[in-house]
């Protein structure tokens, strides 16, 4: 480990130094990598099962290709995420297929059912969206080197995301009549999902180590109008309905309700005449959504057994 202090390092990064090996880091720069990367890392893995569940509602062989095409690509987003880790002494295989599914950091929005194909068009429209601004903000500013050119293939994979759920939305909405609809349904939950996507506020940050060692660029704010500056137009294109709107004197997004507010998970149903405090949104959190054990299941299910076999066997 180096002996650098915290505010060397720090300098060093802004006079434009890549950090490339753990030994060049500090052990505050290394805790706070591993936390930006953990988030990705069971983001791209978590997003596989639920896009699945979708995918096998797709309405032809074509639409169910691009769908598992998708789910590859997530997988693989996951891996590299996962690789970046292990080069920093975590286990991967722990990581990936011994944590309790609550231990997952992925946003709550994909401990939520994906129930048609519909719902994973407007998820790859909006969820993919995010993923983008979120992961676009390293890509161009992060000192990590390793994970900076990593995100040069991840950034053009998800691209093809994103536009999937974009074209297929539009084309979807001018069809018009019960499928227009089913847009609608799905927007009125998955936009609130994404606008808190991008936690806390700038005014109430706890933490900047993440911006201090310039592994990111932007704030929680600029990251999030970056999301509603590319969603809201979308939706309006579609003539779909979204709680928000452009300030043309600030020339911002605005959220015509408060952020956050209290959520039915059974119902799919933001109620926004409850608002709630941004640690009763973090306990929600914690508890984690309705199909967070399933989808961890799915992905932990055949590892148990096969590791089972082998114990059986006397192998392992």
Request: with cysteine; hydrophobic share 40%; glycine share 6%.
């Amino acid at each position: 480990m180096t002996f650098l202090t915290d505010e060397a390092l720090k300098q060093k990064i802004n006079d434009g130094y890549l950090v490339e090996r753990p030994e060049e880091m500090t052990e505050r720069y290394k805790k706070a990598l591993i936390q930006i990367l953990l988030v990705q890392a069971d983001t791209e893995l978590m997003s596989a099962p639920a896009y699945y569940m979708a995918a096998c509602k797709a309405p032809s062989i074509n639409t169910r290709l691009s769908a598992y095409a998708i789910i590859q690509d997530e997988l693989g987003h996951a891996h590299i995420a996962f690789r970046l880790l292990e080069d920093l002494g975590m286990d991967k295989e722990y990581l990936v297929y011994r944590r309790k599914p609550h231990e997952f950091k992925n946003p709550y929005g994909f401990d939520q059912p994906l129930e048609s194909w519909v719902e994973l068009i407007v998820a790859n429209a909006f969820f993919d969206r995010a993923g983008i601004v979120l992961l676009g903000d390293p890509f161009k500013h992060t000192s990590y080197g390793p994970w900076k050119r990593a995100l040069a293939k991840v950034d053009k994979e998800e691209t093809f995301h994103l536009r999937h759920g974009e074209v297929w939305m539009k084309r979807l909405c001018q069809a018009g009549g019960k499928v227009k609809e089913e847009i609608q349904r799905a927007v009125d939950w998955m936009f609130p999902m994404g606008a808190e996507w991008f936690g806390l506020p700038d005014h109430m940050k706890r933490h900047s180590d993440q911006l201090e060692y310039r592994l990111k660029g932007y704030t929680n704010d600029q990251l999030r109008q970056q999301w509603l500056s590319a969603v809201v137009p979308l939706c309006e294109s579609c003539a779909i309905k979204v709680p928000a709107h452009l300030d043309s004197e600030k020339q911002q997004y605005l959220l015509d309700y408060p952020i956050p507010v209290e959520y039915d998970p059974e119902k799919k149903r933001w109620l926004f005449d409850k608002p709630i405090s941004w640690d009763q949104a973090f306990e929600r959190w914690k508890r984690r959504g309705p199909y967070n054990e399933h989808y961890v299941r799915m992905i932990q299910r055949d590892y148990q057994k096969f590791m089972g076999l082998l114990n059986g066997n006397g192998q392992a």
